[in-house]
């Protein structure tokens, strides 16, 4: 549980925000006052409670609240499992959502997972396919990025034959030369 987390569980506890059974979270009202120096804070109850969550650009819903003048933000998701499992969630794992919609944060639709599960589920079973990785990300990449740098150096001084180029460093010279071309590790300046 982050710091914003433990925060909005505080407001929860002192009535600013509730969460119904459908996994809405209700802005009953804001506390006014209050600060670093001291003075005190008191709660002004709303008259009809609103509707707390908010998308942001990520698609996750997020409640915005303020604690001592500091502006903090806590994703609704992960704030529905805790107050429907009366407990944080673990360190080290993700909460994922079952039908793949960020912004349904019922909380039958919530599990927790590891990053693992997570990635899994989100090929296997909603059918997603993982952005492909570029350059050293690339789990097949046999060059770092300053090899490239250098190929490409070499290439463009015509200091050494692209076939001595690839011996040199394991690869074949179809791979140096799309190196030279840009056709591969285009990324890279």
Same mark, same amino acid.
């Given at each position: #549980?982050?710091?914003?987390?433990?925060?909005? #569980?505080?407001?929860?506890?002192?009535?600013?925000?509730?969460?119904?059974?459908? !996994?809405?979270?209700?802005?009953?009202?804001? #506390?006014?006052?209050?600060?670093?120096?001291?003075? $005190?804070?008191?709660?002004? /109850?709303?008259?009809? /409670?609103?509707?707390?969550?908010?998308?942001?650009?990520?698609?996750? $819903?997020?409640?915005?609240?303020?604690?001592?003048?500091?502006?903090? +933000?806590?994703?609704?998701?992960?704030?529905?499992? #805790?107050?429907?499992?009366?407990? +944080?969630? /673990?360190?080290?794992?993700?909460? =994922?959502?079952?039908?793949?919609?960020?912004? =349904?944060?019922?909380?039958? =639709?919530?599990?927790?997972?590891?990053?693992?599960?997570? *990635?899994?589920?989100?090929?296997?079973?909603? !059918?997603?396919? $993982?952005?492909?990785?570029? !350059?050293?990300?690339? *789990?097949?990449?046999?060059?770092?990025?300053?090899?490239?740098?250098?190929?490409?150096?070499?290439?463009?001084?015509?200091?050494?034959?692209?076939?001595?180029?690839?011996?040199?460093?394991?690869?074949?010279?179809?791979?140096?030369?799309?190196?030279?071309?840009?056709?591969?590790?285009?990324?890279?300046?």
């Amino acid at each position: #549980m982050n710091k914003a987390e433990k925060e909005f #569980m505080v407001q929860i506890a002192l009535g600013v925000f509730s969460v119904d059974r459908e !996994g809405n979270i209700w802005r009953h009202g804001e #506390m006014i006052g209050g600060s670093h120096s001291g003075s $005190p804070s008191y709660f002004r /109850p709303y008259t009809n /409670p609103r509707r707390a969550e908010r998308s942001i650009k990520t698609g996750y $819903p997020t409640v915005m609240f303020s604690v001592d003048q500091v502006r903090m +933000a806590a994703a609704a998701h992960r704030v529905v499992w #805790m107050v429907e499992n009366h407990s +944080a969630i /673990p360190k080290g794992m993700e909460m =994922n959502h079952k039908d793949g919609i960020k912004s =349904n944060h019922h909380p039958s =639709n919530l599990e927790i997972v590891t990053r693992s599960q997570n *990635a899994i589920h989100c090929c296997r079973v909603l !059918g997603r396919k $993982p952005k492909a990785q570029r !350059g050293e990300s690339n *789990a097949m990449a046999k060059m770092t990025e300053s090899q490239v740098l250098e190929i490409r150096e070499m290439c463009k001084n015509k200091s050494m034959a692209q076939s001595r180029i690839a011996k040199r460093y394991g690869i074949t010279q179809a791979a140096v030369s799309c190196i030279h071309l840009r056709l591969s590790w285009a990324h890279l300046p």
